[in-house]
């Protein structure tokens, strides 16, 4: 069986999305007022609050009680699981980051919490700056892009915390959509669609590496989307080093993907080989490998 990373596909997208329409629908039939506060009446009040108001110490017009907590944070976290989901299905290979997947699922609760305790207190927001600058979170993100769904992790919570549940709904979708459009038909990077060309060993640049790599690993699939993930996951396990080198979509959603890597010492080339075509059965996989040395 193959192994497909954790997340599924566009359609469990999809499928989620809808039982979250008929979740929304159940609630505003049976839950009075729900209506009002998925419309942002909240939001709204918060927005009325005059400037020595809120010098004063919070609104009284954002309920702080726990069920409230409870429902903004739950609501983030509902919201936020397709915009993760979407992460997951469009990164691949060494670009995939988990630790924003969780940062993402984390966040919004995290946020949207804090916003219950701040409310519209500027005393509080100050108190709460002077904490985060004393601890500083620093981490280095592997894509530029990855900034981006933290953003909207950090928007998804705002919105929740302050009880505007349509806007981090409408928020989710429209990202997840312009996200999936844009990585369906490769936007921006036009020399992708041509079929990249796997180097000679002679052209390779392999002159700062103390242990450069051994040769070329070429996979044939008959699904080079769902091929990418497996592929990469058994590398990740049985390789010491890899690099994705080329991959050239031939006949439907068929390809060849091209991989160079060095194995471990103890793992021989034609164990990930085997392991390779036992994982990708169903997606008819084959693998060969083309050594430097030969």
């Given at each position: 069986?193959?192994?497909?990373?954790?997340?599924?596909?566009?359609?469990?997208?999809?499928?989620?999305?809808?039982?979250?329409?008929?979740?929304?629908?159940?609630?505003?039939?049976?839950?009075?007022?729900?209506?009002?506060?998925?419309?942002?009446?909240?939001?709204?009040?918060?927005?009325?609050?005059?400037?020595?108001?809120?010098?004063?110490?919070?609104?009284?017009a954002v309920v702080t009680d726990w069920p409230t907590a409870t429902m903004a944070m739950v609501g983030a976290l509902v919201v936020v699981i397709p915009v993760a989901w979407v992460y997951v299905i469009t990164k691949r290979g060494q670009d995939y980051?988990?630790?924003?997947?969780?940062?993402?699922?984390?966040?919004?609760?995290?946020?949207?919490?804090?916003?219950?305790?701040?409310?519209?207190?500027?005393?509080?927001?100050?108190?709460?700056?002077?904490?985060?600058?004393?601890?500083?979170?620093?981490?280095?993100?592997?894509?530029?892009?990855?900034?981006?769904?933290?953003?909207?992790?950090?928007?998804?919570?705002?919105?929740?915390?302050?009880?505007?549940?349509?806007?981090?709904?409408?928020?989710?979708?429209?990202?997840?959509?312009?996200?999936?459009?844009?990585?369906?038909?490769?936007?921006?990077?036009?020399?992708?669609?041509?079929?990249?060309?796997?180097?000679?060993?002679?052209?390779?640049?392999?002159?700062?590496?103390?242990?450069?790599?051994?040769?070329?690993?070429?996979?044939?699939?008959?699904?080079?989307?769902?091929?990418?993930?497996?592929?990469?996951?058994?590398?990740?396990?049985?390789?010491?080093?890899?690099?994705?080198?080329?991959?050239?979509?031939?006949?439907?959603?068929?390809?060849?993907?091209?991989?160079?890597?060095?194995?471990?010492?103890?793992?021989?080339?034609?164990?990930?080989?085997?392991?390779?075509?036992?994982?990708?059965?169903?997606?008819?996989?084959?693998?060969?490998?083309?050594?430097?040395?030969?």
């Amino acid at each position: 069986m193959s192994r497909k990373r954790p997340g599924g596909s566009i359609v469990g997208v999809l499928i989620y999305y809808g039982f979250l329409a008929v979740g929304l629908w159940a609630t505003f039939r049976w839950v009075p007022g729900w209506a009002e506060i998925f419309a942002g009446s909240r939001l709204a009040q918060l927005s009325s609050t005059s400037f020595s108001d809120a010098l004063s110490g919070p609104s009284t017009a954002v309920v702080t009680d726990w069920p409230t907590a409870t429902m903004a944070m739950v609501g983030a976290l509902v919201v936020v699981i397709p915009v993760a989901w979407v992460y997951v299905i469009t990164k691949r290979g060494q670009d995939y980051d988990p630790s924003v997947v969780q940062t993402m699922i984390i966040l919004p609760v995290a946020v949207s919490g804090i916003v219950l305790i701040v409310q519209s207190s500027i005393a509080l927001a100050f108190s709460l700056a002077g904490i985060v600058a004393a601890v500083r979170f620093r981490n280095t993100l592997k894509d530029t892009k990855d900034a981006v769904y933290v953003f909207v992790a950090i928007g998804v919570g705002l919105a929740a915390g302050v009880q505007a549940f349509g806007v981090t709904l409408v928020m989710s979708i429209v990202f997840n959509v312009v996200v999936l459009v844009l990585w369906r038909f490769n936007v921006g990077h036009i020399y992708d669609l041509q079929a990249a060309a796997v180097p000679a060993d002679a052209q390779l640049d392999t002159s700062g590496e103390d242990k450069p790599f051994q040769g070329v690993l070429r996979i044939h699939t008959a699904d080079l989307e769902e091929a990418g993930p497996v592929v990469d996951s058994v590398l990740n396990d049985s390789v010491k080093r890899w690099r994705r080198a080329a991959e050239t979509p031939t006949t439907g959603s068929a390809g060849v993907l091209d991989y160079y890597v060095r194995f471990k010492k103890k793992t021989p080339p034609k164990d990930v080989l085997t392991k390779l075509q036992q994982r990708g059965i169903d997606l008819q996989l084959t693998a060969d490998f083309d050594s430097f040395a030969d």
